[in-house]
């Protein structure tokens, strides 16, 4: 794509880009979640009633699941960012690809066994 | 280079390298928070829960770094993204005044809840 400035400009989605734009996406996400969980937590000094009653509308299965996803999100976030620790500190631009492939594993299992206590929990919740 | 060319007073450096110091704190003080939260235990959150570690000054005092590194992180990461999208003067001071009234207000309510909390 040619844009009037004269530079070509085109998203080729290499394995680095792709680390760089899903970085930019989960740290949006949790940028949003740290500012609703601050509010959500500021319910602590109107008491103890005040604050169940945020707690038993987020304690829902609706809210398990989309824990799970907060902790995918979370999962990337840190280990992609080690790896531009790595990078920025430690010459891991040499081998930046396959550190992004070991943290892209390593955040697929342990979202997987991640899940497994809040499923549980679920499963509990449901029990009631 | 030009021989008009100066040294800028304020690189940014000091403030980037500040986000790599805060991200390895929130690394390693996030995933525990997270599994205190949600692993151990029923994962039922109750205020009796939060209160029996947030009366102990440790605990607050863990909170409050955690709590300014992670707006800190967090807004410096928001202002990196959205300055590369938003070029036009007005909107980038607007936006900038945004992000230091919210984080100004997120501090100050995130302080409160942890300072004043008695139990």
């Not at chain 1, 949006?28 to 609703?36: D, K, N, Q, R, T």
């Not at chain 1, 990337?76 to 960012?81: A, C, D, E, F, M």
Request: aromatic share 18%; proline share 1%; glycine share 10%.
């Amino acid at each position: 794509m040619r844009y009037k400035s004269g530079y070509d400009f085109s998203y080729k989605l290499s394995v680095g880009h792709v680390a760089w734009i899903l970085h930019r996406l989960s740290g949006l996400a949790l940028i949003f979640y740290l500012g609703l969980h601050i509010w959500v937590i500021s319910h602590l000094n109107a008491g103890a009633e005040s604050f169940n009653k945020v707690m038993a509308f987020l304690n829902t299965p609706l809210f398990k699941i989309l824990e799970i996803g907060l902790w995918g999100v979370i999962l990337y976030h840190v280990l992609n960012g080690i790896r531009l620790l790595l990078i920025d500190f430690a010459g891991g631009a040499r081998y930046h690809k396959k550190l992004f492939w070991v943290a892209f594993f390593l955040v697929i299992i342990l979202t997987i066994l991640g899940a497994i206590p809040f499923l549980h929990h679920l499963h509990v919740l449901g029990g009631k | 280079m030009r021989k008009t060319f100066r040294r800028s007073g304020n690189s940014g450096a000091i403030a980037w390298f500040f986000h790599r110091l805060t991200a390895i704190y929130l690394a390693v003080v996030l995933l525990v928070h997270f599994a205190v939260m949600h692993f151990i235990g029923d994962g039922v959150l109750t205020y009796d829960k939060v209160a029996a570690r947030l009366v102990s000054p440790g605990w607050k005092v863990l909170d409050i770094l955690f709590l300014y590194t992670g707006l800190y992180h967090g807004l410096y990461g928001l202002w990196n993204l959205l300055e590369d999208y938003i070029h036009n003067a007005f909107w980038r001071a607007f936006i900038y005044f945004i992000l230091s009234f919210g984080g100004f207000a997120l501090v100050t309510l995130g302080t409160i809840t942890i300072v004043n909390f008695r139990g």
